[in-house]
């Protein structure tokens, strides 16, 4: 069964130029979706559509079934404990004068979720790798990867069925970039995982599928294997030919 359907989707700004235009992709439950573009491509504004914080100009996006509605606030409330979201920047996305324990805390409580919360949060502090004593301490005491584990922790305290991602690694360095992967790969065995980015290496490494988008459509979809195997398109083998690759000398 789908977890996520996105049928047909366009969306314009006001009487701009669509950004989107007939966008459709599904994602089973415990699947991971790779999406994949330009600057301009559309992806940041198909995530907004994902978060629900727009509402498509057309089409529609339904979780386990039920379309979204932007302007039904119950239902709004009970996606969002369903959907959460790990941003680029960890620096920015922490609330630097809270500790990290109310910043893990605080889609429990804005979400209404029963339970023992202290429980609750100790245990994604535990999901994420990081120590419990962390959780009384404040964001500026952390490194960059440090921070992003929270923010990771953050997103999954409520147990949501999906986990969108976007661009969670492109502001970290290399050796950091590669934990958050591998944290991620381990988080995706047992949630639905939907990462934007512009980093096909990121991409091929957590995702089983892949759509590619290029000015607001889908111009290829599939296997992220088959797909970044065998490109068909011409913006998609563009995008391969375009990562940079270590120079022959450097090679092992």
Same mark, same amino acid.
């Given at each position: ?6 049928? @047909? ?22 699947? /991971?979706?790779?999406?994949?573009? =330009? ?22 996006? %339904? ?19 369903? !959907? ?11 609330? +630097?004068? &809270?500790?990290?324990? *109310?910043?893990? @805390? =605080?889609p429990l409580r804005s979400l209404r979720v029963a339970g023992n919360h202290e429980d609750m949060v100790g245990a994604a502090l535990d999901s994420? #790798?990081?120590?419990? *004593?962390?959780?009384?301490?404040? +964001?500026?005491?952390? /490194? ?8 990771? $922790?953050? %997103?999954? !305290?409520? &147990?949501?069925?999906?986990?969108? $991602?976007? =661009? ?12 958050? !992967? ?21 991409? %091929? @490494?957590?995702?089983? *599928?892949?759509? !590619?988008?290029?000015? #607001?459509?889908?111009? =290829?979809? #599939? ?7 065998? +490109? ?5 083998? $563009?995008?391969? $030919? /375009?990562? +940079? ?8």
């Amino acid at each position: 069964m789908n977890l996520l359907d996105v049928n @047909a989707v366009d969306f314009a700004y006001r009487s701009d130029k669509a950004v989107l235009q007939q966008v459709s992709f599904a994602v089973e439950a415990g699947a /991971s979706l790779g999406i994949v573009g =330009e600057s301009g491509s559309g992806k940041t504004t198909l995530l907004r559509l994902l978060l629900g914080l727009s509402q498509p100009s057309a089409g529609s996006i %339904a979780l386990n079934g039920a379309r979204v509605d932007t302007r039904d606030a119950g239902f709004m409330r009970s996606y969002r404990r369903q !959907v959460q979201a790990v941003f680029q920047d960890p620096y920015s996305s922490l609330d +630097p004068r &809270r500790n990290v324990f *109310d910043i893990i @805390a =605080e889609p429990l409580r804005s979400l209404r979720v029963a339970g023992n919360h202290e429980d609750m949060v100790g245990a994604a502090l535990d999901s994420v #790798g990081l120590p419990q *004593d962390s959780l009384r301490r404040y +964001p500026h005491q952390f /490194s960059g990867g440090q921070r992003q584990r929270i923010a990771i $922790a953050r %997103a999954i !305290v409520a &147990r949501p069925q999906l986990l969108l $991602a976007d =661009e969670a690694v492109s502001a970290l360095d290399l050796t950091t970039r590669v934990r958050i !992967v591998a944290l991620l790969q381990t988080l995706a065995q047992h949630m639905t995982l939907v990462f934007v980015s512009h980093d096909l290496g990121v991409v %091929a @490494a957590l995702c089983r *599928d892949i759509v !590619v988008l290029e000015r #607001g459509r889908i111009v =290829e979809a #599939g296997r992220t294997q088959d797909v970044l195997g065998r +490109p068909k398109h011409p913006y998609t083998q $563009a995008l391969l $030919a /375009s990562v +940079p690759r270590m120079p022959e000398g450097l090679m092992p």
